[in-house]
């Protein structure tokens, strides 16, 4: 990725923005594509494969599905953070679109936010992870197109969406162009990945008051936080998970399995799949901050399907986004 410094624009608010160009390599004889941001950008994230198969979106979530393109070949997949706290996500998307347009590109679907199909539309589309790229589920915008290029067809999308302080563009590219030979390296890593530390191992605190997991029934770890629509959890240290942990350690011959449960906003298929992401986020942390065996845990979810509380109000859906565990070993 070259990054180098473009013109200064005027935006329709008055505001002088820097831009930021970046250019991809595409097959011999074919012109490189140059998209400039309309303001000042930090690649977050970066991922390579050098031959796979990709399904597209090209058509909204409707009816329980979604249209998809299968692409074949190389993919190049990049969030960015932009600079640009006034600007709607139509004024990140326009110039980019245009000129994505002047490069050959033929559009093949366009939508914004419910029009995409909202929440189910997000989680139904490949997305790099919070906090490289950030999808604000009611104000977001996407774009798909194509162009017939020496080896075959190119596909590219993009999904902008912003935060209150800044912007952020995901920028997918997956077809017949050439990329960088692989080497073994970091090069496939995104910048934050590469300066990232290895996660320390947390201290196990004996407690001479476990959680009930022998009394029956499944136990709520009620200090675990998930924003809606977020399978990561909110930062943070959680009594929960470190009791959890101490009884793992103290019950060897114990499974347990987690067990994710999500508010009813969007539709069932996507918060089966968020739940269980919510439950193996969990799973994760146990299994690399706290160094319990993978064989004690499993997860799994249930989506909205078991609430304890009402989903009308912001507070039970907030109750109703938990994770709980269960014994699931018998004498």
């Known amino acids: 990725m070259i990054l180098t410094q473009f013109p200064r624009l005027q935006s329709r608010k008055g505001l002088v923005l820097a831009a930021l160009l970046f250019g991809i390599a595409q097959v011999s004889g074919a012109a490189t594509l140059d998209l400039a941001f309309p303001a000042a950008a930090q690649t977050t994230a970066t991922r390579i494969e050098p031959l796979t198969t990709f399904r597209l979106p090209i058509g909204p979530y409707s009816g329980g599905a979604m249209t998809t393109a299968v692409a074949e070949g190389p993919l190049e997949q990049s969030a960015y953070r932009i600079a640009a706290q006034d600007m709607t996500t139509l004024e990140l998307l326009q110039p980019l679109r245009l000129q994505i347009a002047k490069a050959g590109f033929t559009l093949l679907f366009e939508c914004e936010t419910q029009a995409c199909g909202g929440f189910d539309f997000r989680y139904g589309t490949d997305v790099l992870p919070e906090p490289d790229m950030h999808v604000d589920l009611g104000d977001f915008r996407y ?16 999904l902008v969406s912003r935060s209150p302080h800044d912007g ?14 692989p080497t073994l390296t970091a090069s496939t890593k995104s910048q934050l ?23 029956g029934g499944a136990v709520v770890m009620e200090d675990l936080v998930f924003a809606s629509g977020s399978a990561t959890l909110a930062e943070g240290e959680y009594a929960s998970l470190r009791d959890l942990a101490a009884w793992l350690r103290a019950n060897p011959d114990k499974t347990i399995a987690l067990v994710g449960h999500t508010d009813a906003s969007g539709g069932l298929a996507s918060n089966l799949a968020l739940s269980k992401k919510r439950a193996e986020s969990v799973r994760q942390t146990l299994l690399t901050a706290y160094d319990i065996p993978g064989g004690q845990v499993v997860a799994d979810g249930v989506g909205f399907l078991a609430p304890r509380d009402s989903n009308q109000t912001d507070a039970g859906r907030q109750k109703n986004r938990r994770v709980e565990a269960m014994i699931t070993s018998t004498p």
């Open 143 to 158: 774009l798909a197109a194509e162009r017939l290029g020496a080896q075959g067809k190119e596909y590219i999308s993009l």
């Open 168 to 181: 952020f563009v995901q920028l997918t590219r997956v077809g017949q162009f050439a990329l960088p030979a």
């Open 193 to 215: 990945q590469v300066a990232a530390q290895p996660t320390p191992t947390l201290p196990i605190k004996t407690t001479t008051d476990p959680l009930p997991l022998e009394q």
